[in-house]
């Protein structure tokens, strides 16, 4: 068997300022930036290292992935999909069941798609950790989460194990 690791990223605190704006197009709040900056350091810190990140293609993920871009390693494949946007977790399961060749995989989306998706996967792991990711799960939000399996398509409910889950300070 294999180790599997998630890493799912919520993007940043969106702007709702103009309102004949798109939901699609809108960009980072101030607050969203000041986020991903902060979840990007994070992520350099930790040495997070996904080898596929997947980002939906509204403006605020995109953004999200611009902060975090700069934490990972130049040979780390992108791909920016409208397949994620306003995708509900069976959506998201099944395009990582989708996945070949990497063995950690970084989805950038939104909720309420990410959050229920974590909630589904993440069966084990610290208690208290796994209340937080059961009661919020709020923008900038990264779960980590562990499987044993030989490919994403082995995966199963409750089979993951969230070794962590990181929000920005407010």
């Known amino acids: 068997m294999s180790l599997l690791t998630l890493y799912l990223l919520r ?7 103009d309102p004949k704006l798109a939901d699609f197009d809108r960009p980072l709040a101030p607050r969203g930036e000041r986020e991903a900056a902060e979840i990007a350091a994070l992520i350099a810190a930790r040495a997070y290292r996904p080898e596929r990140v997947l980002c939906s293609s509204a403006r605020r993920t995109r953004e999200t992935l611009g902060a975090v871009l700069k934490t990972l390693p130049a040979e780390t494949s992108i791909e920016i999909t409208r397949g994620l946007y306003e995708a509900d977790a069976e959506r998201l399961l099944n395009i990582l069941f989708e996945q070949r060749g990497a063995a950690s995989i970084m989805l950038i989306g939104h909720n309420p798609g990410l959050h229920q998706l974590a909630q589904f996967l993440a069966g084990a792991g ?13 923008p900038a939000s990264l779960a980590m989460i562990e499987f044993t399996a030989e490919s994403w398509s082995d995966v ?12 920005p300070s407010r």
């Open 126 to 138: 610290d208690g208290k950790t796994l209340h937080r990711l059961r009661t919020d799960f709020p």
């Open 11 to 17: 993007h940043a605190k969106s702007a709702w300022d």
């Open 156 to 167: 199963r409910p409750g089979a993951g194990r969230l070794l962590a889950l990181d929000t």
